[in-house]
C-alpha cells in the first residue's frame, strides 16, 4: 500500500483533457499538492491508503476554474452605478470613487471579498488586473488561491503610483519579492491600448520577453475604443499592437469585440491568447467578442468574469452559460459552443493564456491538485444524464461544496476553510457605509 495525504472518491470526474470525457465512480490520490493517481474507486482502495479519505457520492469533480480575468478589488464597488455606457460608467461614477477612495485597505477588503466569492464558485485561480498588486498578491498567497498579478500601468497617476517611472519600479519590486511563491505568478498588465501611449508599451515588451511574463490587456472593449484610435494613431487598435510587435504568444488579449477577419487572422497567426468576458460585454452593451471563429482559426480563448462592478458576479459557472448561450445566438447555430468545450475554455484555456498548461487546467496525473466538486443531488440538477450538460446549463455556483488548490482544501461543505466569512461582510459594510457618507 502507497500512502499519500489525501483520497477524493467521486461519482463522476470530467478530467477537460481529453475533452468530454466523463469518468465513473473514479478516485483522485493526492500527495504534495499534486494528483499522484486517477483510477476507479475500487482500484484506488486496493493501492493506496490515507488517513484522508474523503467520499463525494454524488458528486462531480472538474479542474478548479480558473478567471482569466478579473479585477478582484472592484468587488467593493459591485453595485454602485449600472446600466451606464462603458465611457460614462467609467468617468463619473467608478473612476472618482477610485480616486478618493482606494488605498491598501479597501485593496485588501475588496480582494477578500472576491476571493471568497471565488472559492466558493469553484474558481481556484484568478488573473487580475488592478493598483496596490501587492496586497492582492500577498492576500492570495495568504488564502491558499492560485493568481496571476498583474503589474498595472496606465499613462495616469493613481493612489498607488504617481508616474510611468513609479508604476514600474512597484510592479517590478513586487514581483522580485513574490516571483517564487508557488501560487503566485505575474504578468505585465498595460491597462488598454486607449489610456497607454506607445513608449511605456514598448519598454513592456522588452521587459517581458527579458522575464518571460504574459502581458495582460483589455483590448477592443468597445466600438468608441476602435474609433478613438483611428482619429488619435491613424491606426485600429489591434493594428497599432501589431506594429510595435505586440501580437505573440504572450499576449492575454481582453473582450476582442468588434474585430475584423483580418484582425482574428492576425491573432492566430501569432498565437496571442483572447479572454471572452460575455456577461461584462452585454452588461455594458460593448458588442461580442466572435468566439466560435477565433476557435475555429485555432486562437485559445479563455473565460473571465471582468470586474464585479461591470458583471456584477465572479461566477464562472454562470460565465460558461452566458458564453454558450451567447456564441450560439451571435452564430444563428445551437451546434456552436457545446458544454463540453465551454468547459475546457473555463479551465484548460484558462492554463494555457497564462502558460501554465502543463501545471492546471485539467485533472491529470503529475497536475496540482487545483480541484473543484459539485453536487449534483440538488432537485435543480436531477436526472444526471451527461453531468457535463448539468454544470454548464443547469446547475448554480451554490452546488459547489469543496474546493483544493495545490492539495489544500480552500472549502469544505461550502464553508471557507482560510477565510473568515463573518469578518469579510462585515468589513464589506464598513466600506458602503464610508462611501455613501462621501
Ligand atoms: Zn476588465
Not at 463525494?56 to 479585477?71: R, S, V, Y
Not at 484548460?348 to 496525473?365: Q, R, T
Request: charged content about 20%; glycine content about 4%.
Amino acid at each position: 500500500m502507497i500512502s499519500v495525504d489525501q483520497i477524493i472518491h467521486a461519482k463522476w470526474l470530467i478530467p477537460v483533457i481529453p475533452e468530454n470525457k466523463v469518468l465513473e465512480n473514479h478516485a483522485i490520490a493526492m500527495m504534495d499538492g499534486k494528483i499522484v493517481d486517477i483510477q476507479p474507486s475500487a482500484d484506488i482502495t486496493m493501492q493506496y491508503q490515507s488517513s484522508d479519505v474523503v467520499r463525494l457520492d454524488q458528486h462531480a469533480l472538474i479542474p478548479g476554474l480558473i478567471n482569466a480575468h478579473t479585477h478582484s478589488p472592484m468587488n467593493m464597488m459591485r453595485g454602485i452605478a449600472d446600466d451606464l455606457p462603458l465611457m460614462d460608467w467609467l468617468n463619473n461614477h467608478i473612476w472618482p470613487v477610485e480616486q478618493k477612495w482606494v488605498n491598501e485597505n479597501f485593496t485588501k477588503a475588496g480582494s477578500l471579498l472576491a476571493f471568497a466569492e471565488m472559492i466558493r464558485g469553484g474558481t481556484t485561480c484568478f488573473n487580475d488586473m488592478y493598483f496596490y498588486p501587492e496586497i492582492t498578491a500577498h492576500a492570495a498567497a495568504q488564502t491558499g488561491i492560485r493568481a496571476c498579478i498583474g503589474m498595472i500601468f496606465i499613462d495616469f497617476p493613481s493612489n498607488w503610483a504617481k508616474d510611468s517611472d513609479e508604476y514600474f519600479e512597484k510592479g517590478l519590486q513586487l514581483h522580485d519579492q513574490l516571483s517564487h511563491h508557488p501560487l503566485i505568478q505575474f504578468s505585465f498588465a498595460p491597462h488598454a491600448p486607449y489610456t497607454v501611449s506607445n513608449e511605456p508599451f514598448q519598454k513592456i515588451l522588452t521587459l517581458s520577453n527579458q522575464m518571460e511574463l504574459p502581458i495582460h490587456i483589455h483590448i477592443h472593449e468597445t466600438q468608441d475604443e476602435i474609433k478613438q484610435s483611428q482619429d488619435q494613431y491613424k491606426q485600429r487598435p489591434i493594428e497599432r499592437l501589431d506594429a510595435m510587435n505586440l501580437l505573440s504568444p504572450s499576449l492575454i488579449a481582453v473582450h476582442m469585440t468588434h474585430t475584423s477577419q483580418h484582425e482574428m487572422e492576425t491573432f492566430a497567426r501569432k498565437g496571442a491568447h483572447v479572454v471572452h468576458c460575455p456577461e461584462s460585454n452585454q452588461k455594458l452593451a460593448s458588442g461580442y467578442c466572435q468566439v466560435a471563429e477565433l476557435l475555429d482559426l485555432g486562437v485559445n480563448v479563455a473565460l473571465g468574469t471582468d470586474g464585479a462592478a461591470s458583471n456584477n458576479d465572479l461566477d464562472m459557472i454562470g460565465e460558461m452559460r452566458s458564453a454558450a448561450y451567447m456564441a450560439k445566438n451571435v452564430k444563428n447555430d445551437p451546434s456552436v459552443l457545446p458544454a463540453s468545450q465551454v468547459l475546457s475554455m473555463a479551465t484548460i484555456n484558462g492554463a494555457k493564456a497564462l502558460g501554465l498548461e502543463s501545471e492546471i487546467g485539467s485533472l491529470e496525473i503529475g497536475k496540482y491538485a487545483d480541484i473543484t466538486a459539485i453536487d449534483l443531488s440538488h432537485i435543480e440538477t436531477q436526472p444526471v444524464y451527461n453531468p457535463i450538460s448539468q454544470i454548464v446549463y443547469a446547475a448554480t455556483r451554490n452546488q459547489v461544496t469543496d474546493v483544493w488548490v495545490a492539495g489544500k482544501q480552500l472549502l469544505s461543505q461550502r464553508h471557507l476553510l482560510t477565510l473568515n466569512e463573518k469578518e469579510i461582510i462585515e468589513e464589506s459594510q464598513n466600506w458602503r457605509d464610508k462611501i455613501l457618507q462621501g
